[in-house]
């Protein structure tokens, strides 16, 4: 109970926010599901400190409005906003967004996977995911495997980025969530195959999918470490904005995204913590491989039997984390 209430009522004032985050001038940043919500508000703090962002998303409609505010509320800013197509449930989708991105650009400062669904219906499968009969429940190829496939393409220019770049200051941040308390043991269910277990439970997928990141963000991390990049994942926060919009129960229905908004902060409030996860100077290589960020900017904890996923079996741990990244490579081997 304690930890909940430390990330959802009594949370520490934001350290980094559009006050105090200095110049990024130079940098060149990708955020996906940046034309709402907390993408939204990131983008716009980013662009106003003179960042090139690129706003990954499926609507070009979408983002290309959310470009036209951002541009319109800071005209002096001497930063860029460029639209990228993605569509995170096709993984084909990922890696020509991955080759769009190569084509333009010499550097990637900053990757925040902050794109997600929650509690999608249970018959809306990701049939756009590759091989089209793969069954892959929407959450898992959206807050997963798409973001995981993202990261492994692009993670060459990171590690070209860091050898220019100040130590620690190259990173990649994988949204997580308060929710991954309701995750089933150890994070996510592995099976005798190696596969994660995903059921019709629409909310036990969805923590399952939170948790998965936790556990890529350090596994992924180990093996970036020696690049000098940084990978580490984050609760943005309990935010209002559409993301529980498909959330109802039998007897209350939508009753349920009402009383949650009462607890809820604005969405510029998960940017702050998004800001952290990516550019506090705390942060550092040597110390926070797979760390997992709390709102709105600190670094918190993880359940005892998820930091127990992170840990090889040699380390005494049980490698659910290894276990996962080896299925999500061999699920996206066609697509590297």
Known sequence: MGKSWSQSVWIPSPQITEKNVGSQGGKVFVITGANS?????????????????????????????????IRDETPLSQGDLV????????????????????????????????AGVMCTPTTDKSEQVNPPDSGYDLQLGTNVLGPYLLTKLLYPIMEKTARISPLNSVRICWASSITIEL???????????????????????????????????????????????????????????????YMTMPILGSIVPRLMSLVMWPARYGAYTELYAGLSPDLTIE??????????????????????SLRSQEEGGSGKAAQLLTWCDREVKNFT
Not at 42 to 48: D, E, G, N, T
Not at 220 to 241: D, E, M, Q, Y
Not at 289 to 306: C, N, Q, S
Request: glycine content about 8%; proline content about 4%; charged content about 25%.
């Open 37 to 69: 919500g907390v993408g939204f508000e990131l983008a716009r703090i980013l662009y106003a400190a003179n960042a090139k962002i690129y706003l990954a998303g499926r609507s070009e409609k979408r983002v290309l409005e959310a470009i036209r505010l």
């Open 83 to 114: 639209w990228l197509p993605l569509d995170l449930s096709d993984l084909a989708s990922v890696k020509m967004a991955a080759e769009e991105f190569l084509s333009k650009e010499e550097r990637l400062d900053i990757l925040w996977n902050n």
């Open 183 to 245: 995750a089933p043991h150890g994070g996510v269910k592995i099976d005798d195959s190696g596969s994660p277990i995903f059921t019709n439970d629409r909310l036990t997928n969805y923590c399952a999918s939170k948790a998965a990141n936790n556990l890529l963000a350090s596994e992924f991390g180990k093996k970036c470490r020696r690049g000098n990049v940084l990978s580490i994942a984050f609760n943005p926060g309990n935010l209002n904005t559409g993301l529980t919009r």
């Open 287 to 308: 110390k926070h491989v797979g760390a997992f960020i709390w709102p709105w900017g600190h670094v918190g904890y993880l359940r005892p039997d998820i930091e127990d």
